[in-house]
């Protein structure tokens, strides 16, 4: 499935069919377990329970913390390759 971080109307992530989650300020879990921040569907089953947290503090800098057991994918022109 593919997500795609927006911020047009303020962060959000747009699945695959459309779908707008927003996300809030900070630390947001990202997953299908009902006790996440931004709950995704059980249809998602390559989603794990707890999958992903974004830290959207600072928009011009998002850190993307992998939590689970299926991985998840970055495009590499996203990533920061500065070594900091």
């Known amino acids: 499935h593919k997500f795609q971080l ?24 990202i997953g299908r377990h009902p006790d996440n921040d931004v709950v995704l569907g059980g249809w998602y089953r390559e989603v794990s329970r707890k999958h992903l947290v974004i830290d959207v503090s600072d928009l011009a800098n998002l850190s993307l913390t992998d939590l689970s057991t299926h991985g998840t994918f970055v495009p590499s022109d996203l990533l920061d390759d500065s070594g900091a």
Do not use: E, H
């Open 6 to 29: 927006c911020t047009a109307d303020g962060p959000c992530l747009t699945d695959d069919n459309g779908v707008n989650y927003p996300l809030k300020s900070g630390v947001n879990a």
